[in-house]
């Protein structure tokens, strides 16, 4: 898939567990779980504001474009 999620990287810059945003932006641990590890083949505007608030970040931080010619 073209799109990754660097959810994990943001994460680690701000010093939070998984457990901690799951509390702020009220998602349960699976769900946050499929979305860091790239697995989730959506991700709803509210989810993603509500991430970008506890992280104090923006969308382009947490998601990324690569095209397949770029991953060879």
């Known amino acids: 898939m073209p799109i990754i ?5 943001m994460m680690a810059k701000r010093k939070m567990s998984l457990n901690e945003l799951s509390e702020k932006v009220d998602l349960t641990l699976s769900n946050l779980s499929i979305l860091k590890t790239g697995k989730a083949k959506a991700v709803r505007f509210s989810t993603l ?3 970008c ?7 382009g931080d947490l998601l990324e474009f690569v095209s397949e010619e770029e991953k060879k």
């Open 49 to 51: 504001e509500t991430i």
């Open 5 to 9: 999620v660097n959810l994990d990287v």
């Open 53 to 59: 608030k506890a992280l104090d970040c923006q969308p």
